[in-house]
């Protein structure tokens, strides 16, 4: 049964860094796209960042360009983000996701992790 489960999450003070890993089982995710997303109570689910399979290609939410970057590790099959300068804004459950082609669109993804809490305190 393929899984996704995100780590790295926690309680950061403003200006600080959290690396967010996703690591993959139950089938291989080297040949999809990879997404994270984020939840803030109340709201909508958020895109952040998507990187192609190959990770030649990267794309950004403008709200973190900058300040977040996306990678993946194929062999390890886990994705990454590492978030810098955070915000409390940037307080969200965050989610990583797997689709077929790379898209901000959240509903292209076909398989989903649990999420992992990120607060930023002011």
């Known amino acids: 049964q393929a899984q996704l489960v995100e780590s790295g999450g926690g309680l950061v003070q403003a200006g600080g860094s959290l690396r967010l890993s996703c690591a993959a089982s139950?089938?291989?995710?080297?040949?999809?796209?990879m997404g994270w997303f984020r939840q803030a109570p109340g709201k909508e689910r958020e895109f952040i960042a998507t990187?192609?399979?190959?990770?030649?290609?990267?794309y950004y939410a403008d709200s973190v360009k900058g300040r977040v970057i996306i990678s993946r590790d194929n062999a390890k099959n886990t994705v990454y983000l590492q978030m810098n300068s955070l915000k409390p804004e940037d307080t969200a459950r965050y989610y990583c996701a797997a689709a077929p082609a790379v898209t901000t669109m959240h509903q292209a993804y076909q398989y989903w992790g649990q999420g992992t809490q990120v607060t930023v305190s002011s």
């Open positions: 139950g089938r291989t995710f080297s040949n999809y796209a």
């Open positions: 990187i192609s399979w190959s990770g030649g290609r990267t």
